[in-house]
C-alpha cells in the first residue's frame, strides 16, 4: 500500500515537472524548430533579447504588475484594517462584492471592464474636447482611451480582493492581547500599529502582494479585452507568436519567465525565513522577560511571607 | 487600536462624540478608494453588462439601446458551449479529486520530514505561467511529440491535440496543485487517533477510509473542488491552445462575440449566462458545506 502511495506521488511529479523541463530543454536548441533538440545553442535567447516586441511587451506587463501589486496591495491593506470597524451593512455589501470579484470569472471582468470603458470614454471624451475648445486650447484635444492603465484599473479589481480576504484572515488570528498591552505600556495608536500590528500583518500582505503581481503578470484574458491598440503585455505577445507558429524563441520567452518567477518565489521565501528567525527572537526575549518577572513575584511573595 | 484623542474623549462628553466621529471619518477615508474601485469597476460594469443583454446589435457591431430577451434566447445556439463547459468542469474536477487525493493523502500521513518540501513542489508550477505552462503540452501532444512516439512503436495514427482528452490534460495539469492544497491541509489536521481507534474496532481499509478519513476530510475536498471548478468555468486558454477550436468552452464563443462577429448584446448575454451558472455552482458547494455542518454537529450530539 505505502509503495502504491509513493510511486503514485512519483508519478504526478513527473506529470507536473516534464512538460516544464521539455520547454527548457528545447529553449536551448540550435535547430530551427520547437520540440527537438539539434545541438545545443543560446542563438535563441540572442534572438529573444535581440526581439524589441518581446522588451517592449514584457516592460508593458512589468508596468502593469507592478502598479496592480503596489495599488491592490495598498488600497487593499488600508481597506481590511477599516472593514473590521465599519457598520455591520456596509461591511456587509463591501464583503459581498469582495466576494463577487473573487468568483466572477475573469473573462466576465474583462468584458464588463470592456463596456465600462468603452461607454465612459465615449461619455467623457466629448465634454473634454469641449472644454478644451471654449477654453481656447490649441491643436488636438485630449482624448482619454484604452492603454496600460486600464489593464491596471481592471486587474486590481480581483487583485484588491485577494488582499483583503488575505489580510482580513491574518487580522482575525491575531493576538489581540499585545495590541492591548501596547496600549498599556503608553504607545501611541500610530506606534502600536507599526511596531505591532504590521509586523503581524506582513506574512499576509507580502503574501497578498506577490499573489496579486503573479496574476496581474500571467493573465492575458482580461489584458486582451481592456488593453489599448499596440499595447500587447507579455501573454498577449506569446499567445499570438504561438497562434502565428511555435519558434524555439517562445521556449526561451518562457524559460526566462519561469527564471523570473522562481527568482522572486525564492527571494520572498528567503523574506520569510529571516521573519520567522525574528519573531522567535522576540518570543525568546518576551519569554525571558516573564520568566524575570515570575522570579521577581516569587522574591516579593517571598519579602511578604517573612 | 486605542482611538485616538481617547484621553480627552474620558474627560468630557463633548470630546468622547468629537473623536467618535473622528474615528468614523477615519474609518470611511480608508474604505472610500477600496469602495470606488467596486463601485466603477465592478458594479456599474456589471449594471452596464446586464443592460447591453437585452439590447440589440448596431449594424456596424457594438450596441444599439433596445429591449429584447432574443440574447438569451438565442443562447441555446451556443448549447455546445455550455454544454463542453458544464462536463468538462465537472470531468476535470473529478479527475483533480482522484488524482490529487492519493497525493496529499501521501503527503499528509506517509511523506515524514520531506514534507514541507515535496508540498513546495506541488505549489511551484501554480506560480508559474499559465499561459506557458499550457504551451509545454502544445508540443508534446501535437504532431511531433507523443503521436510520433506512438506511431514509431506501432500504434498507428493517433491524434491527440484539439481533442477533449487534451483540453481535459491541460485542466488536470493546471488546476491539480489548487485541489491538492486543500485536500492536504484538511488531511494534516485529521486526528490521527480516529483512524486507529477505527482499524482497532475491525473496520478495513476501506471502511476506514469510506466511513472515517472522507468524511471529515469532505471540507477540504469541497473547498477544492470549488477552487478548481469556477476558474475552470471562466478557461478560455487551454480550449484555445489544446483544443483548437474543436473543443470550445463559454469563454471562447464569449472572445469570438466580443473581439470577432462584435455582437455584444448576445455576447453580454452569454457572460450572464455564465454568471449565473457559475452562482449556482458557489450556492450548492454553500448549501452542501452548511448541510454537512449541521450533520455533523447532530452526530456530535
Known sequence: ?306 | MTPPGLAAARTSPAGQTASRWRMRLATALMLAPMSAWYFFLLVVPLGILLVFSVGERAPEGGYQAGFTLDNYVNLSTRATAFGNTLWMAAAGTILCILVGYPLAYYLATRAGDKKTVLLILVIVPFWTSFLIRTYAWLTILGNTGIPAFLEAVGFGKTVLLNTPFAVLLGIVYNYLPLMVFPLFVSLERLDKRLLEASKDLGAGRWATFRQVTLPLTLPGLLSGAILVFIPIMGEYLIPALLGGGKVFFVGNALFDMYLQSRNWPFGSAAAIGLILVVLVAVGFYLWFGSRGRVERQVSLL
Open chain 1, 1 to 306: 500500500m505505502d509503495a502504491l502511495f509513493r510511486s503514485h506521488a512519483a508519478l504526478v511529479y513527473v506529470f507536473l515537472y516534464v512538460p516544464i523541463a521539455l520547454v527548457v530543454l528545447f529553449s536551448f536548441t540550435a535547430g530551427e524548430r520547437s520540440g527537438e533538440l539539434r545541438g545545443l545553442s543560446l542563438r535563441w535567447y540572442g534572438t529573444t533579447l535581440g526581439d524589441q516586441f518581446v522588451i517592449r511587451a514584457l516592460g508593458n506587463s512589468l508596468v502593469v504588475a507592478f502598479s496592480t501589486s503596489i495599488i491592490a496591495t495598498t488600497f487593499g491593506t488600508i481597506a481590511a484594517l477599516a472593514l473590521s470597524r465599519a457598520p455591520r451593512a456596509i461591511r456587509t455589501v463591501l464583503d459581498g462584492l469582495t466576494y463577487i470579484a473573487i468568483i466572477i470569472p475573469g473573462i466576465v471582468i474583462g468584458i464588463a471592464t470592456l463596456l465600462f470603458f468603452v461607454n465612459i470614454f465615449g461619455w467623457i471624451n466629448p465634454w473634454i474636447a469641449y472644454l478644451w475648445s471654449s477654453l481656447g486650447l490649441g491643436g488636438r484635444p485630449l482624448t482619454l482611451g484604452q492603454g496600460l492603465h486600464t489593464v491596471v484599473a481592471a486587474h486590481v479589481v480581483f487583485t484588491m480582493a485577494i488582499v483583503i480576504v488575505l489580510v482580513r484572515t491574518r487580522l482575525a488570528g491575531m493576538d489581540r492581547s499585545l495590541v492591548e498591552a501596547s496600549g498599556d505600556l503608553y504607545a501611541t495608536p500610530w506606534r502600536t500599529f507599526r511596531q505591532v500590528t504590521l509586523p503581524q500583518l506582513a506574512p499576509a500582505i507580502l503574501a497578498g502582494a506577490l499573489l496579486a503581481f503573479t496574476f496581474s503578470f500571467d493573465d492575458f484574458v482580461i489584458a486582451s479585452f481592456v488593453s489599448g491598440p499596440g499595447q500587447p503585455t507579455l501573454p498577449m505577445y506569446v499567445f499570438a507568436s504561438i497562434r502565428r507558429g511555435i519558434t524555439p524563441e517562445i521556449n526561451a520567452i518562457a524559460t526566462l519567465i519561469l527564471l523570473v518567477t522562481l527568482t522572486i518565489l525564492f527571494i520572498v521565501q528567503l523574506i520569510y525565513r529571516r521573519q520567522a528567525r525574528q519573531a522567535e527572537t522576540l518570543r525568546a526575549a518576551a519569554e525571558r522577560v516573564e520568566a524575570n518577572l515570575e522570579d521577581l513575584a516569587a522574591a516579593g511573595g517571598a519579602a511578604v511571607a517573612a
